[in-house]
């Protein structure tokens, strides 16, 4: 199963890209402290095949995250990472990967972020519209807060 979402942002792409997606793991306890406790490279340097983790406070179902770089283009900002570890994986899905492009709008200093959800649910459990929609509320609620974060902080990421 798959499913997309796009959401426009007032801030250039590669800092959206930098920021959101491809340093959300060292980022993202400053931008949303309350969900995020902490985040790391685990395997190897960032590049494709590395590992990162993503740590959760209580507010999430799940304790962490690990996910594997699958693709990645810094120059055109598009990153694929599949969910090895953690969230729901073996609970409630057998497998999960996300797919992250950034596109320039306008004069460039807007874009369009667009995420593509696969995945593929664990036998017996039936795909909920409800899940789907909270995973896409959570995207839009990372991006917002990125873009807040990124605009209140205009040295980062420059």
């Known amino acids: 199963m798959s499913w997309s979402i796009e959401i426009e942002c007032s801030v250039p792409a590669v800092r959206m890209f930098n920021v959101s997606i491809h340093g959300w793991h060292i980022h993202g306890s400053k931008i949303l402290p309350e969900i995020i406790k902490s985040g790391s490279t685990i395997h190897v340097d960032g590049a494709v095949g ?8 209580s507010a999430m179902p799940f304790p ?70 909270k995973v896409k509320e959570e995207f839009i609620r990372v991006i917002k807060a990125s873009e807040a974060f990124l605009l209140a902080n205009t040295d980062v990421c420059v």
């Not at 874009?111 to 017996?124: D, E, H, S």
Request: net charge negative.
């Open 50 to 57: 590395s590992v990162r983790q993503t740590n959760f406070s």
């Open 64 to 133: 962490y995250i690990k996910e594997r770089l699958e693709f990645l283009d810094v120059k055109n900002m598009e990153l694929k990472q599949s969910v090895i570890e953690g969230g729901h994986l073996g609970t409630k899905i057998e497998s999960a990967s996300t797919h992250f492009k950034f596109t320039p709008t306008g004069s460039g200093e807007s874009c369009i972020c667009k995420m593509i959800a696969t995945y593929k649910v664990l036998p017996g459990v039936e795909p909920s519209e409800a899940e789907e929609t």
